[in-house]
Structure formats: structure tokens, C-alpha cells
């Protein structure tokens, strides 16, 4: 179906969880005043990013007062977020939500967690076990959270459960500046999300936040990206804003037909190499 | 095109963000900075105008009576320019009164208490304004440690310290800063007639194109010779950089307990904001 992806651009404060909620729920007011069927938020929206030991102060369970009210408002409109989730045995993931119709339909939990560089999310995060795509009222989806997204085999593997959308989010710091147009983390991600859209013939939906923590800045250009790899709607650079992008079913119909190479693709090729080499590296 | 070109329009997009949300966010609206004459201080001026407004920003010339009179001349140009709030403070006696009680300093003491003496004005100006103190060191100084812990040094937010000197120039004359004020040799105007690169014993813009292969490209010191530097430069400026990193953290903490700050006790500055 055609459907309308609102992608809160937002701006959270670092462990404030009462005030990122109440940016979260205004940015789900305008999503639905807009009369867009989902909201997208980035990696961490009610959290922030550069927690360190903030990480077990603001994780909440999946039965918490906000998870609750999320799932309230998800019946008005569907919801992709991300938080801190705390398990029973006290493990704290990077994790993304999904709610529709009041019910929680998926938790991802950020697999590939970057600690080089300026990152080190492994010191304080347990890691996600696995990538599976579910069913919602706009066909099937499958979630990453930034990082997992350089790993060319998370996308693929939400391809081959017959994921149609991928939804990315994202809290990507800016950096790599230049002489050229475009900050090198942005171009960097741009060629990304096109290419792994292009090569699943899938449509993605990238949102990255925006604001500075401890000097380092993100750089939003939150983007919808058509099956063919074009990008069809980009927000802000550097700024908050709300993108409203109408997803047209048709062009996924259409670039299926025209380049249909998922439909080609070979997996059981694939494990059996895959085997071939995990046994090899093995012996 | 050199490797250090900048697209300036972005990073004036980032750099002015950054002081505006880094001030406001700690509920503030003010900026406090020392006005040297010279370029790096000129460029955060501009920058932190356009951030918080120029009624907003306060900038202090504190010369001593060794300085050139024409680093103030240069630090009112930039004030005038820019409709920031400017005052002039002679640090003069208070830092003659102090090396009355002890004579026999040196030159780079001198120096050392001059910056010092400084940072105590922005410190106690800040106070009374109600502003954050702005950074004014750029990369290529703060890797080479050309400049005064505790002094010059100390800021509660720098926006251009991660920019080298050639992008100082660069994105100086895309603000606009006044021409005698980017031509000028650059001098740290401890006495007449000193400039930074005599006392470096090498150029900005050669120190800059080693830098930035060396710390942000990573290069190995073979990579570096082949490309083109000479070993002799390459070793002392590494040198420079490895000797002066302890102005560059804060001091050590001996560890005795299980959680010592900053070593396993860790939150972001902007914890909570």
C-alpha cells in the first residue's frame, strides 16, 4: 500500500528522558497532524547518544510507563524508536522499537556495536543476536540501527526474510570535513543507504538526529530512498525538522519488475559458500 | 588543491552551532574572549557573534606594555566590525607587581604569567557577565603545545580547536575578518618583533600539511618521508606533539578506589543538557 513515513529529525538531551519524551510525543502529534501513517525517530531518541555510564540510569524495560504510552499512541499512528532496553538479567541494549495498532510488533537490538574511533558503545552495551524481519500494515519490514547497516550482511539478511522496507536509525555523528560539498560521514552515508537500496530493491528509510554532544555534532539529513536507489525525500542538514514522504508502492512494484534481482538472488548458493568458508576457517 | 581546503560554508554552519547550542544549552546566552589583534581570537569573535548575537559577546584586549600597539589597533578593528561589547585592561600591573616580588624570570615565565594573568581576567569577566570563556587555540597550536597551560589555554569551549591554522585562514576570509588582520605574520606579541614561526623554526603551512598526514591520515613516518617530508622535520615536530600532550588532558588521579573520575567514572560533560 501507499503509505506516508514522518521522520523526526529531533534533537534529544543527553539522559533526559522526560524531556526527549515530550519531544517525542510532540513530533508524533505533527506526524499524525500530517496525516503520516508512520514516525520514525533516530537511534537513542529518548536517551541521547554519548551516554557512557548514564547507559543503566536511563534504560527502560519493556513494560515501562513510556513504552506503555508509546504503545497507546501507536494507534493512531506506527512507531519506529530507539532506547536503551534493560532485560530481566540486567543486560543494556542499543535497541529500536516497533509499535503499531498498541502492541509492540518488533524489538531490534543493535548487533554491531562500534567501539573505534570516537565511539565505544561495546564498553557499555551488550550486543543484539540476531536480524529478523516482521509483518505491519505496510508490508514487511526489517530494522537496523546505524552501525549494523555497514555490515552488508544485516541488509542482506532482511532481504532474503522478505523485508520490503528497511528502516535505519540512526545517530551519526558529522565529521570529514573538506573541500567538498558534502561532510564525509553524510556522503559516506548517502552512498550507503542508495546502494544497499538499489542492491535489495528495497526502500529505506534512513532518520538521524541532530544537535551537539561534548562538541561533536549530527548531521540529520534524515532520507527516504526509492527502490531504484534514488532518494525521493532528504531533510535538513544540521537542523531539526519533521520529513513527511509519501512512499509510493507502486515504484517498489516497479523496480522488482524491471531489476529483479532479489528474485534472482541465490541463497542457498550463498549458505553453502557461507559453510564452506566458516568450515575451512575451522579446520 | 591543498589537502587542508575546507568547505568553508559548512564549517561556518557547524562551528556557530556549536557555540550556540553548547552555551544555550547550559543555560547561558553570553560568550567572554580575549581579543589578542590577532587572527584565531578575531575568527572566534565572528564566529560567536553570529552564534549569540554581537550584544552578547564580550571581548577583552589585555595588553601588557611590551605588546605591540598595533595588536590593540587590530582587536578594536574586529570589535568596531562586529558591534561586539569591547574593553581594553592593562595587565600591566599586575603582572609587574608580581615579578617585582620575583625578579629574575625569564622570558618564557614572563610570557607564561602574561597568559596566566589573562586567563584569570576572562575568568572573573565571565563571572560578572554571565558567559562562557571561548577557546581561542587552534589545532596546529594545540598539537604542537605552543601555548600556555592554565593560560591561553583554558576556555570552557573552543570552536576552532580542531581546525589547523591554514583553515583558521581559510574560513577567516569567508567571514570576513579584516584583511590586515589575516596578512599579518602571526605572533604570540610577547616582545616586538616576535613572530610564531621564528620561534617554531618552521611554517604554519608546512607544520599544517605534516599534521594533518601524520594525525589525521595516520601516515607512518616512511609514508611521510616518501611523500615528500624531510625526516628531520618529521621527527621534531613529532616530537613537538608527543612532548606537549600532558598540556593537552587533564592532570592524572592516583587510582586507589574502584571508581576514579574519568578513568571508570565517565559521563559526558553534557550529562543531563
Known sequence: ?283 | MSALTINTALLRQILVGFVRDEVTKVGLHKGVLGLSGGIDSALVAYIAAEALGPENVYAYTMPYRTSNPESEAHAKLVADQLGINYQVLEITPMVDAYFDVVPHADNMRRGNKMARERMTVLYDHSAEVGGLVLGTSNKTELLLGYGTLHGDMASALNPIGDIYKSQVWELSEAMGVPREVIDKKPSADLWAGQTDEQDLGFTYRDADELLYRMVDQRMSREELIAFGFAAEFIDKVQKKVQGSHFKRRLPIIAKVSNRTIDRDFRYARDWGK
Open chain 1, 1 to 283: 500500500m501507499d503509505f506516508t513515513v514522518a521522520l523526526a529529525q529531533i534533537k534529544p538531551k543527553l539522559g533526559c528522558l522526560v524531556d526527549n519524551m515530550a519531544l517525542v510525543e510532540a513530533a508524533i502529534d505533527k506526524g499524525i497532524a500530517s496525516g503520516a501513517d508512520l514516525v520514525m525517530f533516530p537511534e537513542l531518541a529518548l536517551t541521547g547518544y554519548f551516554l557512557k555510564d548514564l547507559v543503566p540510569e536511563v534504560a527502560l524495560r519493556l513494560d515501562a510507563p513510556q513504552i506503555e504510552r508509546l504503545k497507546v499512541l501507536s494507534r493512531q499512528i506506527s512507531i519506529a524508536i530507539g532506547f536503551v532496553e534493560v532485560t530481566a538479567d540486567y543486560r543494556f541494549f542499543n535497541s529500536a522499537l516497533y509499535l503499531e495498532a498498541g502492541e509492540i510488533l518488533h524489538v531490534h537490538r543493535k548487533v554491531y556495536l562500534p567501539t573505534y574511533g570516537l565511539f565505544d558503545e561495546q564498553r557499555y552495551l551488550a550486543r543484539g543476536d540476531r536480524f529478523r524481519a516482521f509483518d505491519t500494515r505496510f508490508g514487511r519490514v526489517g530494522m537496523l540501527i546505524c552501525e549494523d547497516m555497514w555490515h552488508l550482511s544485516s541488509s542482506y539478511i532482511l532481504a532474503m526474510d522478505n523485508a520490503t522496507t528497511l528502516l535505519c536509525l540512526s545517530s551519526s555523528p558529522a565529521r570529514g570535513i573538506s573541500g567538498r560539498e558534502e561532510l564525509g560521514s553524510a556522503a559516506a552515508w548517502q552512498k550507503l543507504t542508495s546502494t544497499t537500496a538499489m542492491f535489495l530493491n528495497c526502500r529505506v528509510a534512513y532518520c538521524n538526529r541532530v544537535g551537539y554532544e561534548d562538541g561533536i555534532n549530527f548531521w540529520g539529513g534524515s532520507e527516504v530512498i526509492a527502490p531504484s536507489g534514488d532518494v525521493t525525500h532528504r531533510a535538513k542538514l544540521l537542523e531539526e525538522d519533521l520529513l513527511i514522504a509519501k512512499v509510493d508502492e507502486g515504484a517498489l512494484r516497479r523496480e522488482r519488475i524491471f531489476s529483479p534481482m532479489i528474485r534472482d538472488e541465490n541463497m542457498g548458493l550463498t549458505l553453502n559458500e557461507l559453510k564452506r568458508i566458516d568450515r575451512e576457517n575451522n579446520r
